[in-house]
């Protein structure tokens, strides 16, 4: 095989524009297990239509393996993103790949550092690339009319000790910058594979920062690190909620906010050639959503914002967008509004009626907060503030 031959040091490596369907043919997909899972009888796989189960069921497991378990999402993820991108490589970067053989090299000329690569007699161990293989695998048992139009990029190691592939797979594996989740947030509308609900959190988290009639402008950190400027709440933990609601109350996000109130039909298979349908979907989950945190602002009328209490801060905040996903489920409350053609006079007495009082005031008093909401972390904490606040809603019904 044609190949670039790369010289470090004392090392060499090549580079090699590898044809798919050659290349899925000569590796071998492998995990790590303890050593007494080793030897373990396998058990059969379950029925499933799931390709990716099947293939990560049969992939090989040994306790000479260095390689995690492959992750179904992210083969999932990888085996739609090669399916559904048309104008950039499926594969942008390279695959790493090892073999304990000292291949051979045969340069065109003396001075060229381009020749023929001998290929190895054994399968090669994958250092790097596992999961994208896997995905691309995957694509190519549904589409094989492809694995001709498609080249992997390669860099081969060859001819070292038995320890190098699992010592570039730690360096590889252990010194990625990790990207905040704030960031890839704001980066949504470029990722293909994205989905309707992500597009519309998105959106919305993005008009709840920025426009003027929200309750949260420019409160929400949109950086995930620290600011200037007070925040409220982490855009991450609030695109979180947000696709939370969507993805809970989906039956009823279809149907009332598509279908009967824009009048829309069923959206298409690629969200991103429906950016202005999107658009008027968010437009009405963002009035929605700033309509019930402005009525609870109200109904906890000077406490809102003030740090002698809580009604601002994170958890708070996720509980009281959990309470509307609640109610979203529901025949009742946002029906009224709904019908009412959002009218937040719906949510204000509410809302004002059951989380308006003093006693209700107090609970979230600084001081008092942590002993009325006791949890060991605040994924709890949001739960037993969501369950709190739901019930005083319900008890003035």
Not at 145 to 168: I, L, Q
Not at 201 to 228: F, H, W
Not at 367 to 393: M, Q, T, V, Y
Request: charged share 25%.
């Amino acid at each position: 095989m044609l190949a670039l031959q790369v010289r470090q040091k004392e090392a060499e490596m090549y580079l090699v524009s590898y044809p798919a369907g050659d290349l899925l043919n000569k590796v071998k997909f492998e995990s790590r297990v303890l050593p007494e899972q080793a030897n373990a009888p396998v058990s059969a796989p379950r029925r499933t239509k799931d390709r990716a189960q099947q293939f990560i069921h049969n992939v090989v497991e040994s306790d000479q393996g260095f390689q995690r378990k492959l992750i179904k999402k992210k083969v999932h993820a990888i085996r739609d993103f090669v399916r559904l991108c048309e104008d950039q490589p499926p594969i942008p970067s390279t695959v790493l790949l090892y073999t304990p053989e000292k291949l051979s090299f045969r340069a065109q000329s003396r001075a060229a550092a381009v020749g023929d690569l001998a290929e190895p007699r054994e399968p090669f161990t994958i250092v790097d690339g596992q999961h994208r293989l896997a995905g691309l695998k995957l694509h190519l048992d549904a589409y094989p009319e492809e694995a001709d139009s498609v080249h992997v990029p390669v860099a081969v190691f060859d001819g070292k000790s038995a320890n190098f592939a699992a010592e570039m797979f730690v360096i590889v594996n252990s010194t990625h910058s990790k990207i905040s989740k704030s960031l890839l947030i704001d980066l949504m509308e470029q990722v293909r594979t994205a989905t309707r609900e992500e597009l519309v959190a998105a959106r919305v988290v993005g008009e709840l920062y920025k426009n003027a009639s929200s309750p949260l402008r420019y409160r929400i950190n949109r950086l995930g690190g620290r600011s200037d400027r007070d925040k409220w709440i982490l855009q991450s933990q609030l695109y979180s909620e947000i696709s939370r609601m969507l993805s809970l109350t989906k039956p009823k996000y279809r149907r009332e906010f598509c279908l009967q109130r824009l009048g829309l039909k069923k959206l298409g298979e690629r969200p991103h050639r429906e950016s202005a349908r999107l658009d008027k979907v968010a437009g009405l989950v963002f009035r929605l959503i700033a309509d019930w945190y402005a009525a609870a602002a109200r109904a906890f009328g000077e406490c809102w914002g003030s740090e002698e209490y809580m009604f601002t801060q994170p958890a708070t905040l996720q509980a009281i967008l959990r309470v509307l996903s609640d109610e979203l489920r529901e025949e009742g409350l946002v029906d009224t509004y709904l019908a009412k053609d959002s009218d937040p006079e719906v949510f204000d007495q509410a809302l004002a009626a059951a989380w308006g009082r003093y006693y209700v005031h107090y609970y979230f008093r600084a001081g008092a907060f942590h002993d009325r909401f006791p949890a060991k972390n605040n994924s709890n904490r949001i739960r037993l503030i969501h369950e709190w606040l739901g019930a005083e809603l319900q008890s003035t019904r």
